[in-house]
């Protein structure tokens, strides 16, 4: 990542207070001096030490701040919430299980500046349960398959240009806010490039994302998505080729 370039990392929490601290260690390492940087701590309500934890990491520390949610907003809530008071020229979220390796995150940022969006693709899938892997592929083609998209992967830690993200309404609060924003952001017409990095199994805790309650709520995203965009892709395709074949 070029000097002349800034990032704010968004990493919400849910009951992280054994994966916090490691997390924004992993966002120093990556970082290092190459670039200005802010680092937004989101609790969504934890019922653990989450918060103190993050307390005390703002107050080590003048690029880290820490936010807490009144009432829980899930995931996509509360990367909402950091994002919108994100100050930097790009902005990312960094999941606060320590999920993404220094080495990883690293990938990501040193292609800042080649596309408006920059989408990793994650090649060691096999760490997580088979059931989650699963469930995955399977969201990423049927929202391919209806928007006519070739992205690989539509969760994790994506690098946006603040101000396209932040002009982007994302409706939803579910684990299906990033594939809202990148649907809607790639049919107004946002470039993007993907990037393969490695993850790497949380510490402690477990995640929620196949909670019957989340993936009720993407059917839902995948709803509003069709209503709101169509098959732009499909239309768009069909417009190129006949301008090709009148040209």
């Known amino acids: 990542m070029s000097a002349r370039n800034s990032v704010s990392f968004v990493v919400p929490c849910f009951n992280e207070e054994e994966n916090v601290a490691a997390t924004v260690q992993s966002i120093r390492q990556a970082v290092g001096n190459s670039c ?12 653990d030490r989450t918060w103190a934890c ?12 820490a936010l807490r949610n ?3 907003r899930g995931l996509g809530g509360t990367y909402k919430r950091g994002m919108a008071a994100a100050r ?3 902005v990312i979220l ?6 993404f390796p220094a080495g990883s995150i690293a990938e990501i940022l040193s292609h800042a500046g080649k596309a408006d969006i920059i989408i990793p693709e994650i090649m060691n899938s096999g760490v997580r349960t088979p059931l989650r892997v699963l469930v995955s592929r399977g ?4 929202v391919n398959t209806l ?3 070739d992205v690989r992967y539509y969760n994790g830690a994506v690098l946006h240009r ?3 993200i932040q002009g982007t309404e994302i409706t939803t609060d579910s684990f299906a806010y990033q594939a809202e924003a990148l649907v809607k952001l790639i049919a107004g017409g946002a470039s993007y490039m993907h990037c393969q990095v490695r993850i790497q199994e949380r510490v402690g805790g477990q995640s929620s994302a196949l909670r019957f309650k989340n993936q009720m709520a993407v059917l839902k995203t995948i709803l509003h998505l069709i209503g709101a965009v169509g098959l732009f892709r499909l239309r768009s395709r069909r417009s190129h080729r006949r301008h090709a074949t009148i040209s």
């Open 36 to 47: 200005e940087y802010e680092i937004i701590l989101v609790d969504d309500c934890s019922l």
């Open 54 to 65: 993050m307390q005390d990491l703002a107050a080590a520390g003048p690029r880290v701040r």
């Open 70 to 72: 009144e009432a829980n």
């Open 88 to 90: 930097m020229e790009y």
């Open 94 to 99: 960094v999941p606060g299980d320590d999920g």
């Open 139 to 142: 969201f990423t083609a049927l």
């Open 147 to 149: 928007f006519w998209l």
């Open 162 to 164: 603040t101000k396209l």
